[in-house]
């Protein structure tokens, strides 16, 4: 079983920047893979980005691409997703999540993953 506690979320500017965290406990994190998803009001989940367990491997969402970046510590037990550039459409509660089933790679879609965390609001807005 993995616990996940994401955070660093907050208030910011368009065109600023935010890094989320993910901490993981549990399972050996370097075990699994890690996404980050996102979702609006009123919006399903989105997929944003996910990284292999060595993270030799990433991949992102068309929306994310060239200005998020996914990262991952293993001896931190912890994931982050540095955000640049940040636009008012990105304004949502971002979740990270583990997939402990071994998803044919990438792992995309929320029922590739098994654990979630409690998710963090990110805001932009002038």
């Known amino acids: 079983q993995v616990q996940l506690v994401e955070s660093g979320g907050g208030l910011v500017q368009p065109g600023g920047s935010l890094r989320l965290s993910c901490a993981a406990s549990?399972?050996?994190?370097?075990?699994?893979?890690v996404g980050w998803f996102r979702q609006a009001p009123g919006k399903e989940r989105e997929f944003v980005a996910t990284i292999s367990w060595n993270a030799f491997s990433k991949y992102y969402a068309d929306s994310a691409k060239g200005r998020f970046t996914i990262s991952r510590d293993n001896a931190k037990n912890t994931a982050y997703l540095q955000m640049n550039s940040l636009k008012p459409e990105d304004t949502a509660v971002y979740y990270c999540?583990?997939?402990?089933?071994?998803?044919?790679?990438?792992?995309?879609?929320?029922?590739?993953?098994?654990?979630w965390g409690q998710g963090t609001q990110v805001t932009v807005s002038s």
């Open positions: 999540a583990a997939d402990t089933k071994y998803t044919p790679w990438p792992p995309r879609n929320p029922r590739d993953f098994d654990s």
């Open positions: 549990g399972r050996t994190f370097g075990d699994y893979a």
